[in-house]
T-cell receptor, first 115, second 118 residues
Framework: DAGVTQSPTHLIKTRGQQVTLRCSPKSGHDTVSWYQQALGQGPQFIFQYYEEEERQRGNFPDRFSGHQFPNYSSELNVNALLLGDSALYLC??????????????FGNGTRLTVT | DAKTTQPNSMESNEEEPVHLPCNHSTISGTDYIHWYRQLPSQGPEYVIHGLTSNVNNRMASLAIAEDRKSSTLILHRATLRDAAVYYCILRDRDPLGNYGGSQGNLIFGKGTKLSVKP
């Protein structure tokens, strides 16, 4: 049973460019959340997708956008990259119907470096 | 969401018990206490959670103070593989047992970095 998978594992982009990160949730999960983790910090919530809609959003600018597909996989898009966007981007999934007793399952992240 | 306070770092010897403390003095009656850990170069993984009673699972035990203003994660026999950053997180649950609109939203602090010496 595959867990949460993310691609790519590493990415290097130039300031001003756009990037797309991908996530496949754990089998049986329908809700996907994205987190940004700067070096030495805890992960920070970006947004959550359920039923192909953004359900909740953290304190991130509109340059950060996402999408969820009918198969529950998700993409995170970041436009106009800044040096400060360099971080580990984590995807987490859960099953909404049993959310009260269902922990989040995290992928191992995509390491984004902006130069 | 209520905040938690944890020590920045702790050290332990291999095969000895480890007690990781967490203070959450502003916890509300519907907040569950969750623990996640993050091994080097990996995403966070769920460890354990509880509301009022002490909890045990195959990974750890969670001891919750009677007033719920603090809790302790207990690793009964630390191994080198337990070296990680441990996060104590409060999650609000509504009366129907759901996490409502915040079910995907965990508020992480900086956690406690646990080092395990052989």
């Amino acid at each position: 049973d595959a867990g949460v998978t993310q691609s790519p594992t590493h990415l290097i982009k130039t300031r001003g460019q756009q990037v797309t990160l991908r996530c496949s949730p754990k089998s049986g999960h329908d809700t996907v959340s994205w987190y940004q983790q700067a070096l030495g910090q805890g992960p920070q919530f970006i947004f959550q997708y359920y039923e192909e809609e953004e359900r909740q959003r953290g304190n991130f600018p509109d340059r950060f956008s996402g999408h969820q597909f009918p198969n529950y996989s998700s993409e995170l898009n970041v436009n106009a990259l800044l040096l400060g966007d360099s971080a580990l981007y984590l995807c987490a999934s859960t099953r909404t119907a049993s959310s009260y007793n269902s922990p989040l399952h995290f992928g191992n992240g995509t390491r984004l470096t902006v130069t | 969401d209520a905040k938690t306070t944890q020590p920045n770092s702790m050290e332990s010897n291999e095969e000895e018990p480890v007690h990781l403390p967490c203070n959450h003095s502003t916890i509300s009656g519907t907040d569950y206490i969750h623990w996640y850990r993050q091994l080097p170069s990996q995403g966070p993984e769920y460890v354990i959670h509880g509301l009022t009673s002490n909890v045990n699972n195959r990974m750890a035990s969670l001891a919750i103070a009677e007033d719920r203003k603090s809790s302790t994660l207990i690793l009964h026999r630390a191994t080198l593989r337990d070296a990680a950053v441990y996060y104590c997180i409060l999650r609000d649950r509504d009366p129907l047992g759901n996490y409502g609109g915040s079910q995907g939203n965990l508020i992480f602090g900086k956690g406690t970095k646990l080092s395990v010496k052989p």
